[in-house]
């Protein structure tokens, strides 16, 4: 059953995704050569918990951290660890969650260490402009397959893939609410899309094959031929106005 929110909600919806859009602000500013994923892990956590909110990651599903950082192959879902030293020519993706007044905000970037290969700052990129490509077809009266093959097709014309096995997802109370929200579809199928509806939007693309694999840890996802992957996902509100950005709290990041 799909959640819809009013106005009310919304907005307190936008308290949590502030938040977690200026942790994952902190944890961009830490991003350099040199520093563990466990250290950015700790100011992410400390600067949920400083605003009065929940880190949303910690415990869920038990995972052991307030972010899921992972680095250059790795989809989602790492674990930071103070043996994970970020280097010179990394991609790291950072996605996190605050929980605040019961609302659950959602978001990932993914940031370059110093200087990229121009492939990798070609995939940030791509990344990004499909998540913002998906925004433009969530319009109420729409169809979720708009939204998903939006997405899939601005990440395919860079010659990149989506992944498949992992989806976006409702969110509001709870981070993982009705409905999927695949990367890919359609056009003109799928539900229908309508105000009050709010969700996570975070397209993952791989630069070679979309398949990948989950390690022994039992959370670390990895793109199956070891290639580079990039994530960008925002919490939005659809409203009778328009889409609201829940999750964003600085342009162009
Ligand atoms: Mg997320
Ligand atoms: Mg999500």
Redesign the pocket.
């Known amino acids: 059953m799909i959640h819809l929110k009013n106005s009310a909600q919304i907005s307190a919806m936008k308290d949590a995704g502030r938040i977690t859009g200026e942790a994952l602000l902190i944890a961009r500013d830490m991003v350099r050569p040199g520093v563990s994923t466990y250290e950015i892990d700790r100011e992410i956590r400390r600067y949920i918990e400083k605003c009065g909110a929940t880190p949303t990651f910690l415990g869920y599903g038990g995972f052991p951290a307030s972010a899921c950082i992972s680095i250059n192959d790795e989809v989602i879902h790492g674990i930071p660890s103070k043996k994970r030293i970020l280097q010179e020519g990394d991609i790291v993706k950072i ?1 996190t ?1 605050a929980t605040y007044h019961g609302y659950v905000g ?1 978001s ?1 970037r993914t940031i370059p260490v110093g200087t990229v290969s121009e492939e990798a700052a070609r995939l940030i990129q791509a990344t990004r402009d499909s998540f913002w490509a998906g925004i433009d077809a969530l319009q109420v009266g729409n169809r979720l397959g708009d939204v998903g093959s939006a997405i899939d097709t601005l990440v395919r014309s860079h010659g990149f893939s989506t992944v498949k096995r992992y989806v ?2 409702g ?1 509001g109370t709870e ?2 609410e009705s409905p999927d929200v695949p990367n890919f579809g359609t056009p003109g199928r799928g539900i229908r899309l309508c105000a009050g509806m709010t969700l ?1 939007i ?1 397209p993952m693309v791989n630069v070679g094959t979309c398949e990948v694999q989950e390690l022994s840890d039992g959370w670390t996802v990895k793109t199956l031929d070891g290639k580079l992957s990039a994530h960008y ?1 925002n919490t939005v509100a659809l409203t009778s106005e328009g889409v609201l950005i829940l999750t964003e709290v600085e342009k162009g990041f």
């Open positions: 996605d969650g959602d990932a976006g997802h969110v981070m993982h996570a975070e996902e």
